[in-house]
């Protein structure tokens, strides 16, 4: 069973690997990590947080979030999720926005966190075809939040410091379950 590792598990600050062989194996790890993501109610999951260190992320971005103002236009039309983005590389970085972030790998906590608006990341889908996307607001966010995890940063890295004292106790207790938990298994 596929599970998410959480904050303290030293895989979520390993550098992921680029990938070689789009095979029946990260074919079967993307089926999981979709899976996860969908029944986490998460808008994106990274290989990390499975424990994986394969350069892959999913997303979805259900069309509900992808608003520029509540009840107002969608911000990309032409994108639909869930999508698998694999040797993702983000290439153009525009604009700022500043949003809550969470994360599946440490519930519990939010904090704000400085963003480009806009982002173009180049990938790999499943088939192997290389491919592009031009993605704005929550989709742009996601992408770069889960372009982090590839990198073994995590979003309490870039929080304000005013957070990322507040939150210190809370954090260091993650870590103590998180440590407890990889002893017992
Ligand atoms: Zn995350």
């Known amino acids: ?9 030293p895989v979520l600050r390993v550098m992921s690997v680029p990938v070689k062989n ?4 990260l074919k079967k790890m993307a089926d999981n990590m979709l899976e996860l993501m969908m029944q986490k109610s998460g ?22 979030y992808d608003l520029d103002k509540p009840e107002g236009k969608r911000l990309n039309p032409k994108i639909n999720t869930p999508l698998v983005l694999i040797n993702p590389v983000l290439d153009d970085r525009q604009g ?17 966190v ?4 806009e982002v173009s990341v180049s990938f790999l889908d499943l088939q192997g ?10 989709m742009a ?10 990198n073994g940063i995590l979003f309490v890295d870039r929080m304000p410091t005013i957070k990322k004292i507040t939150l210190a106790a809370r954090l260091r207790k993650l870590k103590r379950a998180t440590e407890r938990e990889i002893a017992a298994d």
């Open 22 to 25: 789009i095979d029946a194996g």
């Open 141 to 150: 966010r996601v992408i770069q939040h889960e372009f982090d995890h590839l």
């Open 43 to 64: 808008v994106g999951l990274a290989a990390q947080q499975i424990g994986k260190t394969a350069s892959i992320f999913v997303m979805h971005v259900p069309p509900q």
């Open 129 to 138: 075809n290389q491919q592009r996307l031009d993605a704005r607001g929550l």
């Open 1 to 9: 069973m596929t599970r998410i590792y959480t904050y303290g598990n």
């Open 114 to 117: 400085h963003r480009a608006f």
């Open 96 to 112: 700022a926005q500043r949003q809550q972030e969470g994360c599946l790998s440490v519930p519990g906590i939010f904090a704000p």
